[in-house]
C-alpha cells in the first residue's frame, strides 16, 4: 500500500500548536528554534501561546504553519515508524511545506519565503480588497461557469474557482461585488450554502497579480534542489521535482486554482491508500475521506 503525505494550508493555525509535542521531542523544539533564528523573533512563542489575533495574521500564520508542519515531519522521519512517501503534495500554503519535506527547498529558505509571500499576499488584499466564500454542493464545471456569469454582470474585479477541495465543496474568490453575485447565482442553481469566509484577501485570484512579480523574483532569489519524492502541484496536477518546474509552479499558484480534488484522484490512481497529514487538525484528511469510498483507504493526521 502506497502512502503520500500531505501538508495543509492556511485556516489550520490554532494557539499552542506544537507545544506538547517541543516538550518531549527535541527536534520538534529545535525545528521551531531554527525558525525564531531565521525570523528574529521567537515564531515558537507566537505558535504556543498566541495572542490568537496575532497568529492569525497572514504575515505570521503562513511561516508559523510551515514551521509546524516540518517539525513534526522531522519527528516522523526520526521515528522510523512510519512507511516513506510515493508522493507529498500540499493545499496552497502547505506546498512549499511539501517541497521542503521532499528535500527541494531548506527550513530556512522556506520560511523566509513564506513570510514574504504572506506579506504580499496581505498587501494586496491592502491594495485591492477582495472576498472569498465556499460553496456546498455544486461541481466545479458548473461553478466555473457561474462565476463568469457573476464577473460579467458587475463592474469590478472577477471571480473565480480558487479552491476545488473535495466534491460538493468549492471555495470562489475576487472581487466582492463578484463573489456576492456569484453566490446568488449559485443558491438559485441548486447550492446548499454559500459561505463567506471572514477574509479580506481574494487568495488564488486575479486580485493576487499586483504582487506577483516581485513574489516571483522571491522565488528566483531562493535556492531550490532537486526533490527526493515528487511533489504534486496544485495548478497542473503533475508530479514535478525539478528546480525550474518547482519555481514555475509556487509563482502560478499565487493567482492560479488549487485543484486538490484532482490531486487526490491522481493520488489514489497512482496506488496511493495511505495519506498521512502533518500539521496542525486534520482538514486534509477530512477532504481526502469526502472525495473517494475506495475501500482500505488510510487517513491519519499527526500534528
Not at 514551521?67 to 500554503?93: C, E, K, N, R
Not at 496581505?122 to 454542493?137: I, R, T
Not at 479552491?163 to 468549492?170: A, L, S
Not at 534542489?225 to 514535478?240: K, R, Y
Request: overall charge negative; some cysteine.
Amino acid at each position: 500500500m502506497s502512502t503520500a503525505y500531505v501538508f495543509p494550508g492556511q485556516g489550520s493555525q490554532f494557539v499552542g500548536m506544537g507545544r506538547e509535542l517541543a516538550q518531549i521531542r527535541p527536534i520538534v523544539r529545535g525545528t521551531f528554534e531554527r525558525a525564531d533564528d531565521v525570523l528574529g523573533f521567537s515564531l515558537s512563542q507566537l505558535c504556543w501561546v498566541g495572542p490568537e489575533a496575532e497568529l492569525g495574521d497572514t504575515f505570521n500564520t503562513q511561516p508559523a504553519i510551515l514551521t509546524h508542519s516540518l517539525a513534526i515531519h522531522a519527528a516522523l522521519v526520526m521515528s522510523g515508524d512510519y512507511p516513506p512517501p510515493q508522493f507529498v503534495a500540499g493545499h496552497s500554503l502547505g506546498e512549499f511545506s511539501a517541497i521542503c519535506a521532499a528535500g527541494a527547498l531548506s527550513l530556512e529558505d522556506g520560511v523566509k519565503l513564506v513570510r514574504e509571500r504572506g506579506r504580499l499576499m496581505k498587501l494586496a488584499g491592502e491594495q485591492q480588497p477582495g472576498s472569498m466564500a465556499a460553496v456546498l454542493g455544486l461541481d466545479s464545471p458548473t461553478l466555473s461557469a457561474i462565476c463568469a456569469e457573476a464577473s460579467a454582470s458587475v463592474s469590478g474585479p472577477a471571480v473565480v474557482v480558487a479552491n476545488d477541495n473535495c466534491p460538493g465543496q468549492i471555495v470562489i474568490s475576487g472581487g466582492k461585488d463578484a463573489v456576492a453575485a456569484a453566490g446568488v447565482l449559485a443558491k438559485s442553481r441548486g447550492a446548499k450554502r454559500v459561505l463567506p469566509l471572514n477574509v479580506s484577501i481574494a487568495a488564488h485570484s486575479p486580485l493576487m497579480a499586483s504582487v506577483s512579480a516581485e513574489f516571483a523574483q522571491l522565488v528566483a532569489q531562493t535556492p531550490f534542489g532537486v526533490a527526493q519524492v515528487p511533489v504534486i502541484a496544485n495548478t497542473s496536477v503533475l508530479p514535478i521535482s525539478h528546480p525550474d518546474d518547482i519555481r514555475a509552479e509556487l509563482c502560478a499558484q499565487l493567482t492560479s486554482p488549487v485543484r486538490w480534488t484532482e490531486t487526490v484522484q491522481l493520488m489514489l490512481a497512482n496506488g496511493v491508500r495511505n495519506f498521512i497529514e502533518l500539521g496542525p487538525k486534520d482538514v486534509l484528511s477530512n477532504l481526502i475521506k469526502r472525495s473517494t469510498n475506495i475501500e482500505g483507504l488510510s487517513t491519519q493526521a499527526i500534528g
